[in-house]
Structures are given as C-alpha cells and as structure tokens.
C-alpha cells in the first residue's frame, strides 16, 4: 500500500535522532552516529530522509564516486514498512547523476529483493 503522504528531503542534522533510532532498531551492526553525522559533511554523500506527518519514517544513503552509486543503507521504521516509503526514497536517489548503481542485500531478506527487482536490478553475484 503507497502512503500517499511521503516527503523526501536531504537528511540534515535535525533528523539524526531519529536516523539514528533507525539504524539501532533495522541493524544488527548499525552505523553510529558519528559515522551518521559525517556523511553530512561528505560531497559524495546523499543521504535523505523520508518524512510522514513530520516524522521520520525511512532514510536512505547512497555515495557516488565518478558516476558509479553505491547505496549504503536503506531501511524504514517497522510500522512504516510496505507502505511505499522504501520505493519514494529509491526514486527519489535515482535522480542523481550516476551511470550505474550497486548495493548489496542478504539474500533473506525478501522485501529488499523485491524491492529492487521492481527497479530492474539485476543479480551480478553473491559474496
């Protein structure tokens, strides 16, 4: 079900709380905040927020070197999940300027996969 409420914006210090909330609730070795801050201040950094009702309900990151994007995280509140918030952040980044972009994904974890299958990636391996 998309959540018809959905606004993406660059993420910004006054999110970090709530990121940061994010990471320790989605991730078993969640990024600390430090680590969250920094990618801030990084040019090759692009990492956003997205917001329902004002409230943080996902955040993505993806790093882009020389036209080649690397998603680093992507991840939304439990009771925000298969509302669409994933796929309006995913768009929202495939508006940069990148000639490819790759991620990697545990191959158990089904909604991610079929998240990006929607996207039309594609399977180059497994690590």
Not at 33 to 49: A, G, I, P, W, Y
Not at 62 to 72: A, P, R
Request: charged content about 25%; hydrophobic content about 40%.
């Amino acid at each position: 079900m998309m959540h018809t409420d959905i606004k993406i914006v660059k993420m910004s210090p006054d999110h970090m709380d709530a990121v940061e909330e994010l990471e320790n609730t989605c991730f078993s070795h969640p990024w600390c905040r430090k680590d969250l801050e920094n990618q801030l201040t990084l040019d090759t950094s692009h990492f956003l927020v997205a917001l329902v009702d004002g409230n943080v309900a996902g955040y993505m990151g993806v790093q882009i070197f020389s036209g080649e994007g690397y998603v680093t995280n992507i991840a939304t509140f439990p009771h925000y999940r298969r509302r669409g918030i994933a796929k309006a952040l995913m768009c929202e980044a495939l508006k940069n300027d990148m000639d490819f972009l790759t991620l990697e994904v545990r191959p158990s974890n089904t909604p991610a996969i079929e998240l990006y299958n929607s996207f039309d990636f594609e399977n180059m391996g497994i690590r």
